[in-house]
């Protein structure tokens, strides 16, 4: 199950580009060639970011074209 590893590398990837803002929702594209299974990726997500402090991020998806896998969008928590 790859998906662990994608899941943890996402989550580094939150973590780098955060800079200790509040994340909302990650969105990854992935495409019908990139060998993915997106609900293998939602469990593992859930697994590697229970008890952080990126619980709670949402992980959506976006479609995109051949084998493509990339995180596209962060969207983060409106300052109140």
Do not use: Y
Not at 26 to 44: D, N, T, Y
């Amino acid at each position: 199950m790859h998906e662990l590893g994608l899941a943890r590398n996402i989550a580094a990837i939150i973590k780098e580009h955060a800079k200790g803002r509040a994340v909302k929702e990650v969105r990854v594209a992935i495409g019908p060639l990139a060998c993915i299974e997106k609900q293998a990726l939602e469990f593992c997500w859930e697994l590697v970011t229970e008890k952080t402090e990126i619980a709670g991020v949402s992980l959506g998806f976006l479609d995109a074209e051949g084998d493509t896998f990339v995180v596209r969008e962060l969207e983060f928590m409106e300052d109140a």
